[in-house]
Nanobody
Framework: QVQLVESGGGLVQPGGSLRLSCAASGSIFSINAMAWYRQAPGKQRELVAVISSGGNTNYAESVKGRFTISRDNAKNTVYLQMNSLKPEDTAAYSC???????????????WGQGTLVTVSS
């Protein structure tokens, strides 16, 4: 089983920056994709950014040019650098990993517990 521990959320003024981290630990052989999702009150969860094992990235249109996803494979950690934050970025942010626990097993997935980001003056 894999545990994901997120950190870095908080309250920030519009135009400010935050950096989220998500560290995976447990029974991990390899990690494929790592991603960040968010869910605002009363809205559906949406994909914010995803990064492949090879470093290819994709972003939601609403965050392109402002957010950057990266990963440290040695630490099994994914980051989300969020700049020029807007009130509409307020949400609970959760990390997601797609991984193998052994070389012969199926792909598995795991979710973090979520960290709250509030953008307000």
């Amino acid at each position: 089983q894999v545990q994901l521990v997120e950190s870095g959320g908080g309250l920030v003024q519009p135009g400010g920056s935050l950096r989220l981290s998500c560290a995976a630990s447990g029974s991990i052989f390899s990690i494929n994709a790592m991603a960040w999702y968010r869910q605002a009150p009363g809205k559906q969860r949406e994909l914010v950014a995803v990064i492949s094992s090879g470093g290819n990235t994709n972003y939601a249109e609403s965050v392109k040019g402002r957010f950057t996803i990266s990963r440290d494979n040695a630490k099994n950690t994914v980051y989300l650098q969020m700049n020029s934050l807007k009130p509409e970025d307020t949400a609970a942010y959760s990390c997601y990993v797609d991984y193998y626990s052994d070389p012969e097993g199926p792909a598995l997935d795991a979710w973090g517990q979520g960290t709250l980001v509030t953008v307000s003056s």
